[in-house]
């Protein structure tokens, strides 16, 4: 008999119950100017600011519908800014504002704790073993992805 495997059913739980939890914390550390999600988007643009829509969306891993709406909840409490690209008008780039660039301690002390409740229990060595396992399933993922 095979046995039954439930990986996706477990990120599933994982990426809710993490989702929630990073929720609360923030808020908690009196970040109220954007959700979980969004963080997502801010910390790719603390990584790489001014980057297109496309970039962002490959790195987030957010489809370009999705980003669009977030960007747009995030353009109006003026965390990010649109920009025409000035070699091709047709794109826009995504900018940090200052407001957005003045959260980024903050949002990091509290990804700091949520990664302490994350791996709590687990050595460094089963750490490194998790995350090389979850990038092949991103890779696999991608690469489905890429055959649609």
């Known amino acids: 008999m ?8 477990l990120v ?11 929720s609360r914390m ?21 990584q790489q600011d001014n980057i297109s829509i496309a ?7 957010l489809s370009k519908n999705a980003l669009t709406s977030m960007l747009d909840r ?3 409490k003026k965390l990010i800014k649109r920009e025409s690209d000035e070699k091709d008008r ?3 780039r995504i900018l940090l504002t200052s407001g957005a660039q003045a959260l980024e ?5 509290v990804s700091e704790e949520m990664t302490e409740v994350f791996y709590s229990g687990f050595t460094d060595d089963e750490i490194d073993q998790f995350e090389n396992q979850l990038k092949r399933i991103i890779d696999n993922l991608d690469r489905k992805e890429k055959d649609a």
Do not use: P
């Open 2 to 9: 095979m046995k039954t495997k439930n990986g996706g059913y």
């Open 90 to 92: 047709r794109k826009i």
């Open 55 to 61: 970039e962002l969306s490959q790195k987030t891993k």
């Open 105 to 109: 301690a903050q949002y990091k002390k």
């Open 12 to 22: 599933s739980q994982i990426k809710y119950l993490q989702s929630r939890a990073f």
């Open 26 to 46: 923030l808020s908690k550390s009196g970040i109220e100017e954007f959700n979980g999600a969004q963080g997502r988007i801010l910390f790719v643009l603390w």
């Open 74 to 76: 995030m353009e109006s």
